[in-house]
């Protein structure tokens, strides 16, 4: 009984690890909010998570993958650049000023459409079929037009509230500086940033695909802590160039401080090792399946804590991206099942006919076993 519940356990440890980083990346929409709302500078602030982030994976990088790191290439050097730019440096410059612009939950819907635009660029680019005559093909096909139609809503439609709960707390008006706070953003702020959202998506699609070529090349904490360095540079030129004002870049023991901390450590660090470490046992696919969980763990953070409303137009388009994200997962999941019976038959054929060969081979060098 002890043996049984134990395997149970074991089996269930990448889900449940799964459930602790959504709900982590679920914080890190919150405080960027509030930091955000404390007045900090977006790009002050994704510079400081990127160095904190460098700072967090270098450890890891040179405890787990110091025997198993190959030399330093120049094209590791340059995929970790351009990985640092979709995946860094632009990716949450962007993810953070659309939230900035339209609330937590919002933007949790879209990054529900990043395996959707990977699908979509991966055929662009030639690195994936549209097998649009298969099922799974056409289930890949649904789920992003599913997923582009859900995030259209999002953008261009609002509807009627829908006051499901509300606790009446906002911490919003506790770390404004004596500003009025609009309760609701302007159409054109809800416009700019669901453009800014998508364009965030797209981003972080361009990383993916980057991301399976280093992976193949080099280990994954090291290639994470090169990617990390790369992105706290360019971030931090960025903000350089773009804020002037020095003591923007004051942080003080406030929630400034615990945002740059948290999204850097906990959010770009601990939960990226964890992230690869269900990656090894699970797949990408098995992590993808959980991103839904996201916009469930802001929705509920956000109208609890940041007293946010939900519309009839959000919910919709939320729905449409989870369908097509999980439609999208069929599919690729489909594929990954042929593909391994495939490799598993070609694999079968090869021992059958090595086996073959050595029973001839075995009759020649046998003058008694030949007729």
Same mark, same amino acid.
């Given at each position: 009984?002890?043996?049984?519940?134990?395997?149970?356990?074991?089996?269930?440890?990448?889900?449940?690890?799964?459930?602790?980083?959504?709900?982590?990346?679920?914080?890190?929409?919150?405080?960027?909010?509030?930091?955000?709302?404390?007045?900090?500078?977006?790009?002050?602030?994704?510079?400081?998570?990127?160095?904190?982030?460098?700072?967090?994976?270098?450890?890891?990088?040179?405890?787990?993958?110091?025997?198993?790191?190959?030399?330093?290439?120049?094209?590791?050097?340059?995929?970790?650049?351009?990985?640092?730019?979709?995946?860094?440096?632009?990716?949450?410059?962007?993810?953070?000023?659309?939230?900035?612009?339209?609330? #937590?939950?919002?933007?949790?819907?879209?990054?529900?459409?990043?395996?959707?635009?990977?699908?979509?660029?991966?055929?662009?680019?030639?690195?994936?079929?549209?097998?649009?005559?298969?099922?799974?093909?056409?289930?890949?096909?649904?789920?992003?037009?599913?997923?582009?139609?859900?995030?259209?809503?999002?953008?261009?439609?609002?509807?009627?509230?829908? $006051?499901?709960?509300?606790?009446?707390?906002?911490?919003?008006?506790?770390?404004?500086?004596?500003?009025?706070?609009?309760?609701? +953003? +302007? +159409?054109? $702020?809800?416009?700019?940033?669901?453009?800014?959202?998508? #364009?965030?998506?797209? +981003?972080?699609?361009?990383?993916?695909?980057?991301?399976?070529?280093?992976?193949?090349?080099?280990?994954?904490?090291?290639?994470?802590?090169?990617?990390?360095?790369?992105?706290?540079?360019?971030?931090? #030129?960025?903000?350089?160039?773009?804020?002037?004002?020095?003591?923007?870049?004051?942080?003080?023991?406030?929630?400034?401080?615990?945002?740059?901390?948290?999204?850097?450590?906990?959010?770009?660090?601990?939960?990226?090792?964890?992230?690869?470490?269900?990656?090894?046992?699970?797949?990408?696919?098995?992590?993808?399946?959980?991103?839904?969980?996201?916009?469930?763990?802001?929705?509920?953070?956000?109208?609890?804590?940041?007293?946010?409303?939900?519309?009839?137009?959000?919910?919709?388009?939320?729905?449409?991206?989870?369908?097509?994200?999980?439609?999208?997962?069929?599919?690729?999941?489909?594929?990954?099942?042929?593909?391994?019976?495939?490799?598993?038959?070609?694999?079968?054929?090869?021992?059958?006919?090595?086996?073959?060969?050595?029973?001839?081979?075995?009759?020649?060098?046998?003058?008694?076993?030949?007729?």
């Amino acid at each position: 009984m002890a043996g049984k519940l134990g395997e149970l356990l074991e089996g269930l440890k990448p889900a449940m690890v799964m459930v602790i980083v959504q709900i982590a990346f679920g914080g890190i929409n919150v405080f960027y909010k509030l930091a955000k709302n404390d007045g900090m500078s977006v790009k002050i602030m994704v510079a400081y998570r990127m160095m904190i982030a460098a700072a967090s994976m270098i450890p890891l990088a040179l405890v787990f993958d110091w025997k198993s790191r190959p030399k330093l290439t120049r094209r590791i050097v340059l995929l970790s650049f351009f990985l640092g730019i979709f995946g860094g440096s632009l990716s949450h410059n962007l993810y953070a000023e659309s939230l900035a612009l339209t609330s #937590a939950t919002f933007i949790a819907a879209m990054t529900n459409l990043i395996p959707a635009m990977t699908f979509f660029m991966a055929v662009v680019l030639r690195m994936e079929r549209l097998a649009i005559r298969t099922n799974a093909g056409k289930a890949k096909v649904l789920g992003t037009i599913l997923s582009i139609g859900g995030a259209m809503i999002l953008t261009f439609y609002k509807g009627a509230e829908m $006051n499901i709960w509300s606790t009446h707390i906002n911490l919003l008006h506790h770390h404004h500086h004596g500003m009025t706070v609009p309760q609701q +953003s +302007s +159409s054109r $702020n809800q416009a700019l940033g669901g453009f800014l959202g998508i #364009a965030s998506a797209v +981003s972080m699609a361009v990383w993916m695909i980057l991301q399976a070529k280093l992976s193949m090349v080099y280990p994954s904490y090291s290639g994470t802590a090169l990617m990390s360095i790369c992105a706290s540079i360019q971030s931090v #030129a960025y903000a350089l160039c773009t804020e002037r004002d020095w003591s923007a870049w004051t942080l003080g023991w406030n929630i400034r401080l615990i945002t740059v901390v948290y999204t850097g450590a906990v959010g770009s660090g601990l939960m990226v090792a964890l992230m690869t470490w269900v990656a090894r046992r699970k797949g990408a696919l098995f992590i993808a399946s959980f991103y839904p969980l996201l916009l469930l763990v802001v929705a509920i953070a956000g109208s609890l804590m940041l007293d946010e409303t939900l519309h009839v137009g959000s919910v919709l388009g939320a729905l449409f991206i989870i369908l097509g994200l999980y439609c999208v997962v069929w599919g690729k999941s489909k594929e990954m099942e042929k593909t391994t019976e495939l490799d598993a038959l070609i694999k079968s054929s090869k021992e059958s006919e090595l086996r073959d060969t050595a029973a001839v081979e075995a009759q020649f060098d046998d003058p008694r076993q030949l007729p």
